[in-house]
């Protein structure tokens, strides 16, 4: 088996513990030559690239671990890309959060105008990224997580048409898979999804365990009679034990199919600004929780010159699953996997050009999706808005377009009134100044 070199872009990323972890445990589904981490924070960089070095020489001590603020160093010789950087960090973060929750409007990482001021922050650097990755390392697969996905999948696609290798993953499908596995006591990997939407904004409509028998009647019965958790209940924070439960409302008023959580912002805008706190957001919530554990974490296992007893790794799912999806690609298992890939008919009554989620057999070439067919009308509906929402945010930034940016923010469901859409948008390019293009 081919042993690869990879790049984690984001290496101090409170989630490369994690993702790490993940490697150590996968040597013999995705062999390794070389780890560097690349970030452009010196200081987050070395905290969990001292991590890394020690993890890797007690648990696979032939694995060279580099890391480095040096783009050259990072994307030269290069078979894998995992990226999930945060342009502007949580500072940022809390600003998409707070600015539109105190003008009145749901302020989330990825959804509403929050997922809009963070999606015009990330197409910048994840084109400089491609970019580089492609002058140094032509052949490698840049495999994406970083967020908004759905706005950075698409720009992605518009910028760079041509390219073969990019894809884009989230990984809440997979984690909501766990999630249903563990309601009816199955393995996981049994379990076969169909899926369709856009990133953070999908159903299930199907589980099929090995036998063939569908499981999403039961899943359903489950969950609106006895509500939902996560797989990893007793890690979480409270706002996401919070975000779980509304499963059950949205199966409740809407029973066809099993929702994506982040779908409450958009079918209840006005319930979830009721509950969100603009004084106090997730943000605040993951800097007092998990990056403070993963940095003090990482910093005591260093101070002791080992890993063996860490607990620095608190969820598996989003680790296993990055390294489960290289190593499909890498040794053409052809698994399934929900990924993010341009429609072209995959859907039948959506545009072709959308970037849709969906189930896909993964392999050597990339994606082979599995086709969906025709929607209902309410989903194609909602999901053609929220299209046109992406679609107009990423062409604001290329074309610097301010008309197109009030365009968005207006079709966006968690806001719709255009004179609230402008003085969130104003209010937003004051914060982004550093980063976003200047609209006009
Ligand atoms: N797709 C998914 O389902 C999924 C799941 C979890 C996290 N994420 C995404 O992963 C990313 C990391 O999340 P986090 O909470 O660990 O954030 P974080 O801030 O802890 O980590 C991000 C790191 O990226 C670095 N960075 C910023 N700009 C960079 C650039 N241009 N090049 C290289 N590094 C850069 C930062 O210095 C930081 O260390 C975010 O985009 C988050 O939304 C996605
Ligand atoms: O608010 P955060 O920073 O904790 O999380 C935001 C991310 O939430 C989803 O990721 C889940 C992930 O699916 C799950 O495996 C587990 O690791 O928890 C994460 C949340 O804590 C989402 O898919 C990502 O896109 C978000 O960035
Ligand atoms: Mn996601």
């Known amino acids: 088996m081919k042993k690869n070199n990879i790049v984690l872009v984001g290496g101090g990323s409170t989630w490369t513990p994690g993702i790490l972890k993940a490697m150590t445990t996968h040597l013999e589904e995705f062999a390794l030559n ?8 010196e200081d987050r960089q070395e905290v969990i690239g001292e991590f890394a070095k020690i993890l890797f020489k007690e648990e696979a001590p032939d694995v060279e671990v580099v890391y480095t603020t040096d783009k ?36 989330q990482e990825t959804c509403g105008a929050g997922g809009f001021a963070y999606g015009l922050r990330s197409i910048r650097d994840m084109v400089e990224m491609v970019k580089e990755v492609r002058r140094l390392s032509p052949e490698a697969w840049i495999l994406n997580y970083t967020n908004p996905a759905a706005i950075v999948a698409l720009a992605l696609d518009k910028i760079f048409p041509e390219e073969e290798r990019i894809l884009n993953i989230c990984d809440q499908p997979v984690n909501l898979l766990r999630s249903y596995s563990k309601l009816i006591n199955h393995d996981v990997n049994d379990l076969e999804p169909v899926y369709f939407g ?5 159903w299930f409509t199907n589980i099929f365990d090995e036998t063939g028998k569908d499981r999403a009647p039961e899943l359903k019965e489950i969950i609106t009679t006895g509500g939902f958790k996560p797989v990893d209940a007793e890690q979480r924070d409270q ?14 008023d809407f029973p066809d199919y099993l929702p994506n959580t982040y779908l409450q912002y958009y079918l209840y805008p006005e319930y979830k600004l009721s509950q969100l706190n603009p004084e106090k957001t997730r943000t605040d919530e ?7 554990k993963v940095f ?3 910093r005591r296992i260093v101070a002791n010159g080992t890993a063996r007893d860490s607990k620095v790794v608190h969820n598996d799912a989003h680790g296993d699953m990055m390294v489960e999806v290289a190593a499909s690609i890498a040794n053409n298992l052809r698994k399934t996997f929900v990924v993010i890939v341009k429609n072209n008919g995959i859907i039948s ?12 057999s993964l392999g050597a070439n990339g994606p082979a999706p599995y086709a969906v067919g025709e929607i209902g009308t309410f989903y194609k509906g909602l999901i053609e808005n929220q299209y046109a929402f992406e679609k107009l945010t990423v062409e604001a930034y290329i074309e610097e377009s301010y008309g197109k940016a009030l365009q968005a923010l207006t079709l966006n469901r968690t806001i719709v009134d255009a004179k609230k859409a402008r003085q969130v948008l104003d209010a937003l390019i004051k914060d982004n100044k550093e980063y976003w293009p200047e609209l006009r």
């Open 239 to 252: 706002s996401w034990l919070e975000t779980y439960a509304v499963v059950k409302d949205m199966l409740i």
């Open 198 to 202: 856009l990133n953070h904004f999908g």
């Open 286 to 292: 993951v800097r007092e929780g998990r990056e403070k």
């Open 34 to 41: 070389k780890v560097v981490l690349y970030d452009i924070d």
């Open 296 to 298: 003090e974490e990482c």
């Open 349 to 360: 009554n959506l545009p072709n050009d959308s970037m849709v989620e969906v189930a896909a």
């Open 72 to 107: 050259n160093i990072a994307y030269t010789d290069v078979d894998f890309v995992f990226c999930q950087m945060r342009t502007g960090g949580f500072n940022m973060r809390e600003k998409d959060e707070k600015t539109p929750l105190s003008l009145g409007v749901i302020g």
